[in-house]
């Protein structure tokens, strides 16, 4: 969660992880409004609009809330709750949106009354507009979003975050069941909270270490799970369940481009670095996580540079270890085609008018054929 410094009558709660910008948004309302001021000291708006014509009524709403007085004096909080007007979509891109959006930052901006708070909660809003640019200098904006599952290093955030939740709970993470757990549960963070209770509640007060067994018997399959089991199938060569998962993922609304960058594409990476370190550094494949561990770290700078890397610098070892046993199915010479064919598969997805699945399962096929 990121926080901007400013004003103390704007409060705007922004991101793409709902269920913490809700618990949060509604944590600064009920600190804001008494119960006793909550009839007359406060209104809620409604921010959900479906089309551009609904969006500026929401937003006319609002501006007329915030420019009404409270009627017994005092302070008078505005709500605008759970809004979309200001997405990047065609609603939030519709010149009267835009215009009523601007009338809406001028007033906050200049005009709100001192005992008049502005409550916004939006988990879709466009950052690179001007309302979200003046909102940020004028109002305290907290951010919230998940982590980019097409990013590197997304799942060292979503570590951290599990961390300190086990934390809470008196739990340690082994480091096979942390990475795997990771894997399964995605960025979803109402989702790991839910898996965190759980082991909570299945662990005694005697055994508060999670181990990698406990992880695979409690922790249900997500979307990201499903990604997860769409690498694994690609590693093991697996053509029908890789194509049962892409059918799974496409039916959920994943996007192809999605699958392709936040299952495909590090897939073939993870096995390509792999079998690199195999076949020219004689890094084979272990049981023993940590002596893989080891026998990577005594690699000099030069030989581990294009590794995935931690946030802290440190090298990321558990996704290429658990890729080391894998790679045994394919040549080094196949994983470099492959990776070239994830980029023209990238690249048609982008330009070409043919069908996002045939593509994508055209690019499996291609990347498993022997």
Same mark, same amino acid.
């Given at each position: 969660?990121?926080?901007?410094?400013?004003?103390?009558?704007?409060?705007?709660?922004?991101?793409?992880?709902?269920?913490?910008?809700?618990?949060?948004?509604?944590?600064?309302?009920?600190?804001?409004?008494?119960?006793?001021?909550?009839?007359?000291?406060?209104?809620?708006?409604?921010?959900?609009?479906?089309?551009?014509?609904?969006?500026?009524?929401?937003?006319?709403?609002?501006?007329?809330?915030?420019?009404?007085?409270?009627? *017994?004096?005092?302070?008078?909080?505005?709500?605008?709750?759970? /809004?979309?007007?200001?997405?990047? /979509?065609?609603?939030?891109?519709?010149?009267?949106?835009?215009?009523?959006?601007?009338?809406?930052?001028?007033?906050?901006?200049?005009?709100?009354?001192?005992?008049?708070?502005?409550?916004?909660?939006?988990?879709?809003?466009?950052?690179?507009?001007?309302?979200?640019?003046?909102?940020?200098?004028?109002?305290?904006?907290?951010?919230?979003?998940?982590?980019?599952?097409?990013?590197?290093?997304?799942?060292?955030?979503?570590?951290?975050?599990?961390?300190?939740?086990?934390?809470?709970?008196?739990?340690?993470?082994?480091?096979?069941? %942390?990475?795997? *757990?990771?894997?399964?549960?995605?960025?979803?963070?109402?989702?790991?909270?839910?898996?965190?209770?759980?082991?909570?509640?299945?662990? /005694?007060?005697?055994?508060?270490?999670?181990?990698?067994?406990?992880?695979?018997?409690?922790?249900?399959?997500?979307?990201?799970?499903?990604?997860?089991?769409?690498?694994?199938?690609?590693?093991?060569?697996?053509?029908?369940?890789?194509?049962?998962?892409?059918?799974?993922?496409?039916?959920?609304?994943?996007?192809?481009?999605?699958? %392709?960058?936040?299952?495909?594409?590090?897939?073939?990476?993870?096995?390509?670095?792999?079998?690199?370190?195999?076949?020219?550094?004689? &890094?084979?494949?272990?049981?023993?996580?940590?002596?893989?561990?080891?026998?990577?770290?005594?690699?000099?700078?030069?030989?581990?540079?294009?590794?995935?890397?931690?946030?802290?610098?440190?090298?990321?070892?558990?996704? &290429?270890?658990?890729?080391?046993?894998?790679?045994?199915?394919?040549?080094?010479?196949?994983?470099?085609? /492959?990776?070239?064919?994830?980029?023209?598969?990238?690249?048609?997805?982008?330009?070409?008018?043919?069908?996002?699945?045939?593509?994508?399962?055209?690019?499996?096929?291609?990347?498993?054929?022997?």
């Amino acid at each position: 969660m990121a926080r901007s410094k400013s004003s103390g009558n704007i409060h705007a709660f922004v991101g793409t992880d709902e269920a913490g910008l809700k618990e949060a948004a509604l944590k600064c309302f009920n600190a804001l409004v008494p119960e006793e001021d909550a009839e007359f000291g406060a209104e809620v708006i409604d921010g959900v609009a479906e089309n551009a014509e609904s969006a500026v009524k929401v937003i006319t709403q609002t501006l007329s809330a915030l420019q009404t007085l409270p009627f *017994f004096g005092g302070q008078k909080v505005v709500w605008m709750k759970s /809004s979309n007007v200001f997405a990047d /979509s065609q609603t939030g891109k519709a010149a009267s949106v835009l215009d009523a959006s601007e009338a809406l930052i001028q007033f906050i901006s200049d005009n709100l009354p001192e005992d008049i708070i502005f409550v916004l909660s939006a988990p879709s809003i466009d950052k690179r507009r001007s309302f979200y640019k003046k909102l940020v200098k004028v109002g305290n904006v907290e951010v919230f979003d998940k982590p980019d599952m097409t990013r590197d290093g997304w799942q060292d955030q979503v570590k951290s975050h599990v961390r300190n939740l086990a934390k809470n709970k008196d739990l340690q993470f082994d480091e096979d069941a %942390l990475e795997h *757990f990771v894997m399964l549960a995605g960025t979803d963070f109402t989702q790991i909270n839910n898996e965190i209770e759980k082991i909570d509640l299945f662990l /005694s007060q005697d055994q508060r270490v999670v181990a990698l067994e406990h992880v695979l018997n409690q922790v249900a399959l997500t979307r990201s799970g499903v990604v997860f089991e769409l690498g694994n199938s690609i590693a093991k060569k697996d053509l029908s369940s890789a194509l049962r998962n892409i059918d799974h993922l496409l039916y959920q609304g994943e996007s192809a481009i999605g699958i %392709l960058l936040a299952a495909v594409v590090p897939t073939i990476r993870r096995l390509l670095i792999a079998k690199n370190l195999s076949v020219k550094h004689g &890094i084979k494949s272990s049981r023993n996580y940590r002596s893989y561990e080891t026998a990577l770290s005594r690699l000099g700078k030069a030989e581990t540079a294009y590794l995935p890397r931690k946030k802290d610098g440190g090298l990321s070892v558990y996704p &290429i270890f658990l890729a080391a046993s894998e790679c045994r199915n394919f040549s080094l010479s196949k994983l470099q085609e /492959s990776l070239s064919e994830c980029l023209s598969a990238n690249r048609a997805l982008v330009t070409s008018a043919l069908d996002h699945r045939v593509i994508l399962e055209r690019l499996v096929i291609r990347v498993l054929a022997t």
